[in-house]
T-cell receptor, first 112, second 112 residues
Framework: DAGVIQSPRHEVTEMGQEVTLRCKPI?????LFWYRQTMMRGLELLIY????????DSGMPEDRFSAKMPNASFSTLKIQPSEPRDSAVYFC??????????FGPGTRLTVL | GENVEQHPSTLSVQEGDSAVIKCTYS??????FPWYKQELGKRPQLIID?????GEKKDQRIAVTLNKTAKHFSLHITETQPEDSAVYFC???????????FGGGTRVLVKP
């Protein structure tokens, strides 16, 4: 198995632009998590899905952020419009039932 | 919701010495406590975990202890090596077992 796949690995964009981050979880995993990591705030859970259904989005910073999981093998995190304070590393992780969360390699986002 | 505190934030040890990282949690219903290691520029990876029905678990040079009464758990690394240098995160899961709340991280530096 290739593990959790994220794309792009690096994204540089200008303030106001739309950003879409993509994640492919490990096949057979039924939970998917989006995290944001910064030096100031550490590792924060943004949203997670069970069986493609959003369960807890209380960590989503504001309405500019949205996440979807149209099927068991794909999820997106969208930021529109992006702001410099959104610059961070965004991790996707997947999990099979109550077990270890496997993290993807992350997307390093820079908003100028 | 769950709150996880982690100490110390940085830890410098001499190669061969032991390192201890401590975490406390707030939700007495939490029952799963993983530890992740994150090397510079890499993804967090699980190194050891413990569930609430166990007081201690060991894997080679790494051990974790759990005190549910006091709501704290600790990571012990013995005979530290330079490759142990990384940021270590503790976490606690909700009773439902899916959502992880992470501590703030401990940056461990092992000096040769």
């Amino acid at each position: 198995d290739a593990g959790v796949i994220q794309s792009p690995r690096h994204e540089v964009t200008e303030m106001g632009q739309e950003v879409t981050l993509r994640c492919k979880p490990i096949s057979g995993h039924n939970s998917l998590f989006w995290y944001r990591q910064t030096m100031m705030r550490g590792l924060e859970l943004l949203i997670y899905f069970n069986n493609n259904v959003p369960i807890d989005d209380s960590g989503m910073p504001e309405d500019r952020f949205s996440a979807k999981m149209p099927n068991a093998s794909f999820s997106t995190l969208k930021i529109q419009p992006s702001e410099p304070r959104d610059s961070a590393v965004y991790f996707c992780a997947s999990m099979a039932y109550i077990n270890e969360q496997f993290f993807g390699p992350g997307t390093r986002l820079t908003v100028l | 919701g769950e709150n996880v505190e982690q100490h110390p934030s940085t830890l410098s040890v001499q190669e061969g010495d032991s390192a201890v990282i401590k975490c406390t949690y707030s939700d007495s219903a939490s029952n799963y406590f993983p530890w992740y290691k994150q090397e510079l520029g890499k993804r967090p990876q699980l190194i050891i975990d413990i569930r609430s029905n166990v007081g201690e678990k060991k894997d080679q040079r790494i051990a974790v202890t759990l005190n549910k009464t006091a709501k704290h758990f600790s990571l012990h690394i013995t005979e530290t090596q330079p490759e142990d240098s990384a940021v270590y995160f503790c976490a606690a899961s909700s009773a439902a077992g899916n959502k992880l709340t992470f501590g703030g991280g401990t940056r461990v530096l092992v000096k040769p």
